[in-house]
């Protein structure tokens, strides 16, 4: 059986989200990507007669936002994407994240549903520090995830 290769494991790969905001298809390159994740709540149920332990049954699931990290880009799309849900006018939208491999071929993909931002945060400018990076992040709510085949 031949050893896997790094990239097998995306070492040293890279995350690429795609948005589909119709007249928009932003697709953006991130350094760290976090919350991708769901718990299934357990609802506890009593039977009457059973002393010993209750049933635990499969309740609703949650979903943690998406935490987005990467440089900053002359690109204003998602400013203007959080901007639109502080004047009300929130466009929800599917969106791809991809772990790539150095190359930009995927390895994985995951949609996620009724995407919408609820925080962005602009970098901390401070220009004494040598190894001063501008990030920016950006938080996303959504209704569901699925990995991809």
Known sequence: MPLPVPDDFAAGGW???TLDLGELKEEAHFQEVS???VQVDCTVVQEGGRNESPHCLPGPARYEPLVLKRGMTKSKAFFN????????DVK?????????K???APIMEWTIEKAWPTRWEGPK??????????????????EGLKLQA
């Open 15 to 17: 995350f690429k989200i």
């Open 125 to 142: 400018l401070d220009s004494r520090n040598p190894a001063y990076l501008a990030l920016e992040t950006l938080e996303i709510a959504h």
């Open 81 to 88: 994407w959080i901007f639109s849900a502080v004047t009300r």
């Open 102 to 104: 150095r190359d930009g």
């Open 35 to 37: 919350g991708l994740n």
């Open 92 to 100: 929800r939208t599917s969106a791809k994240i991809a772990l790539c």
